[in-house]
């Protein structure tokens, strides 16, 4: 057998635990990669040489400060004061709300973040009877997972398809690029919910009863003891805005390296304890990524990457236009992305479209920033993404979410093959 059909056969072993998660998520990407390496398609250093990548620290350094921010109460205090500012009025809660989870969640973990709300809300709601916990928590959630998307580090798509590119191109995205397509879907988003989504979800559940009472995790309940802690929130905030002023200027040359920069400041102000680091670290995130590359490195050595993009240009048709198989690789993201996680989808078919840009001469770039998109845009199920999950405690249904989130996801969906080709030309 072939090298390049050996990996085609790993990859789809992997694509059927992906998606059944039949093993966790890191441990099929791990397995992957340990394929590659045992069947001869790759040597060691080859098959794991991901996990020293720059995107991995990236990953780890990034954590690292945003559980900072919550661990000394930043996070906390900055939600707080945003709320302040809308009043009363239900409607305004919701749209600064969705416009602040968007924001925070660019940079900062969007399932924290959701978190942070639903806490906020919980008292909100209980306070005042004029306003609903149900309206607000789900719109909110989908804005946290929409503004996720507007930055390199915001979600774990772009993290991984970073480090896809760099080790296949050579070259990945820059900090901010994502926002050109991110922040119109987030806007866009923020006045459909506002509006029209705003009708639709009181007609969804009504007067249902308004259940749980959500609380933050478990691992920051020792941290909401030191929110009062001026000094660290001064700190955290500094180290934050360094951070990002550093990604702007390109201080360093790598991203991870700023970010582990960030992360030992963290830890030696006192921001965060080591153990806490470990403790609440993203290892699924680390391990994925680590594995995926491994993976998308022994498709591209055996050749098995060009027989599968050369058999879908067949089945798409080979006089396709660049636009027509741009939508049908962004249609097949968004389903598999409603019934699986985007990590897995994004690890699953970056790859692959790599490979059909290299064998039409297509932007690779331009894809790969369609299928971030796209992977993000789990809002019609609860099943996709941690955040919208979470809100099961408010008592939605299952078909809530479709009903509320399908609609919108045709529109993000329409709004992603339209704009993405608008900054990032379908043709090389």
Do not use: H
Request: hydrophobic share 55%; glycine share 8%.
């Amino acid at each position: 057998m072939s090298p390049a059909v050996l990996s085609i056969i790993i990859l789809l072993v992997c694509v059927v635990l992906f998606v059944t998660e039949w093993l966790p998520l890191i441990t099929t990407a791990v397995l992957g990669a340990t394929a590659m390496a045992v069947f001869g398609i790759l040597t060691f250093s080859q098959a794991f040489g991901g996990f020293a990548s720059d995107t991995v620290f990236l990953v780890v350094g990034m954590v690292t400060l945003g559980n900072a921010m919550f661990a000394t109460g930043a996070a906390q205090l900055l939600g707080k004061a945003i709320l302040k500012v809308a009043g009363q009025n239900e409607r305004v809660i919701l749209a600064i709300s969705m416009v602040a989870a968007a924001a925070i969640s660019a940079f900062l973990s969007n399932t924290a973040t959701v978190a942070m709300f639903m806490a906020i809300f919980t008292g909100l709601t209980a306070s005042n009877r004029n306003l609903k916990y149900k309206n607000l928590v789900m719109p909110v959630a989908m804005a946290a997972v929409a503004g996720g998307v507007c930055t390199l580090v915001g979600s774990t798509p772009q993290v991984i398809t970073q480090g896809l590119l760099i080790n296949s191109l050579g070259k990945g995205f820059e900090f901010f690029d994502f926002a050109r397509v991110g922040v119109p879907l987030c806007i866009i988003m923020i006045l459909y919910f506002v509006t029209i989504g705003y009708k639709v979800g009181k007609k969804v559940w009504g007067d249902r009863y308004d259940e749980g009472m959500p609380e933050l995790p478990a691992s920051q309940d020792t941290e909401e003891k030191e929110a009062t802690n001026n000094t660290k929130i001064i700190i955290s905030l500094v180290i934050f805005v360094l951070t990002i002023t550093a990604f702007i200027t390109k201080v360093f040359s790598a991203i991870g390296l700023t970010c582990m920069v960030a992360a030992l400041l963290c830890v030696i102000t006192r921001c965060i304890s080591q153990k806490q680091v470990v403790e609440q670290m993203d290892w699924v995130s680390v391990g994925v990524l680590g594995g995926a590359l491994g993976l998308a490195e022994g498709l591209a050595v055996s050749g098995g990457g060009k027989l599968i993009a050369d058999a879908f240009i067949n089945l798409v048709g080979i006089d396709a236009s660049a636009f027509v198989i741009f939508a049908a690789i962004m249609f097949i993201t968004v389903v598999l992305t409603q019934f699986m996680s985007n990590t897995a989808s994004t690890a699953m078919l970056i790859p692959i479209s790599i490979f059909i840009c290299q064998d039409m001469g297509y932007n690779p770039y331009a894809f790969a920033m369609g299928i971030v998109v796209a992977a993000n845009m789990s809002f019609a199920t609860p099943v996709a993404t941690t955040p919208l999950t979470m809100t099961l405690k408010a008592g939605y249904r299952f078909m809530d979410y479709v009903k509320m989130g399908g609609v919108f996801n045709i529109v993000a969906y329409f709004i992603v093959i339209i704009i993405t080709p608008i900054f990032f030309p379908l043709i090389a």
